[in-house]
């Protein structure tokens, strides 16, 4: 349940078809990345979903992102992207989380902290051009395989991740894949997994060294560059109209006073603030309302925001903040920004209602601690 009447709906059926898209611009194995809450679209429904359509593993950023999955009864692969501290080793054994190898140093760090790598899985990151995490010779990546393997760790993966591979000039990921392509070859084993081709690169990089790609963005329906495939949005984001006032010419709206009506105008508040993800640079941009875009107007509150209406609502009147009619594109870039970060922004705060077949399947209240 949930008791404001702000909500995100997350379609399964549009995910289902994204991995089914994915899957027919590469013969690869696919790796569902979820960091981040699956991007805010609910990091265990997304992962169930994707395993059920043929995913290989998923990936998350943080430990605490993968217990929170086997928390909620996920029981398939989990790779972690970054960093994991030394002294919790035990805890990804215990939970089966495999592990990145940022660097030799990190690696000689946990075995001085635990020895015993038994059952454990490991992907050796390449830092091919990124330079943030990652090894960037072959010496390292065989020092690191060699020590894995005396103390019966698993070598299982390799990877590399692109700079730029949503731009139009790919001189960068040319240098990168060849980079990366050079150290796998030196290699003292082939690990079972090669992964570099993120959702850009799927697109528009493809390659024939790897056999696994990671999508990340495209999973969700939304491409970071321009292209053909019929890639749907998973996420919507709502409201409803709990406040409707009429206000005269000169009479002002919200923090600051920063919005003056011209003259008589309708006024509607909504409970979404930018606690809730919806931040002030928001304002002046546009909602849908009955089909028809409406401004917002004066500061975005913590908990609340405004909006001009072009006639009198009902309370209760269904607003669409991100939707087909308001897609998140748009929405970043408007806001100067990235579909990623809006995505992301979306706090907790608001539940999430999983749909499937046209119906409500679940719903995800994470500040009640609950799904229904």
Not at 168 to 180: A, I, K, P, R, S
Request: charged residues 20%; negative net charge; glycine residues 6%.
């Amino acid at each position: 349940m949930f008791y404001r009447d702000t909500w995100a709906e997350i379609n399964l059926d549009a995910l289902r078809h994204n991995c089914r898209e994915i899957q027919k611009l590469t013969n690869k194995k696919m790796i569902a990345v979820l960091k981040a809450n699956a991007y805010g679209h609910c990091d265990y429904w997304v992962a169930k979903t994707a395993m059920e359509e043929g995913a290989a593993m998923v990936a998350v950023a943080y430990l605490d992102e993968a217990l929170s999955l086997r928390k909620q009864g996920f029981t398939s692969d989990i790779l972690v992207l970054g960093h994991i501290r030394a002294a919790d080793i035990p805890l990804a054994q215990t939970h089966r989380i495999t592990l990145t190898v940022l660097s030799l140093d990190w690696l000689n760090e946990c075995l001085a902290c635990h020895d015993d790598l038994s059952h454990l899985k490991f992907h050796l990151k390449v830092d091919s051009g990124m330079n943030r995490i990652g090894m960037k010779t072959s010496d390292e990546m065989n020092n690191a395989i060699a020590l894995i393997m005396q103390h019966n760790g698993i070598v299982e993966g390799i990877y590399t991740h692109y700079a730029c591979a949503d731009e139009d000039d790919l001189n960068y990921c040319e240098m990168q894949y060849h980079t990366f392509k050079a150290l796998v070859d030196r290699l003292t084993i082939k690990p079972k997994w090669i992964h570099c081709e993120n959702s850009a690169a799927i697109l528009q990089f493809p390659d024939e060294l790897t056999n696994a790609v990671r999508a990340g963005l495209i999973l969700y329906g939304v491409s970071p560059i321009s292209t053909s495939v019929d890639f749907q949005p998973v996420l919507s984001l709502f409201s409803k109209i709990t406040c409707v006032k009429q206000i005269h010419a000169g009479e002002c709206v919200g923090y600051g006073a920063t919005y003056t009506a011209k003259g008589d105008e309708w006024i509607a508040t909504l409970p979404i603030g930018y606690a809730d993800g919806f931040i002030r640079a928001n304002q002046g941009r546009s909602m849908i309302v009955d089909g028809e875009k409406v401004e917002i107007v004066g500061r975005i509150c913590m908990d609340q925001c405004m909006i001009r209406l072009n006639s009198c609502k009902p309370l209760g009147t269904p607003v669409e903040i991100i939707s087909k009619q308001m897609p998140v594109t748009r929405v970043a870039e408007e806001l100067n920004t990235i579909s990623y970060e809006i995505l992301c922004l979306l706090s907790d705060r608001i539940p999430r209602v999983i749909m499937e077949k046209g119906k409500q399947k679940a719903i995800v209240n994470l500040r009640l601690h609950e799904t229904y």
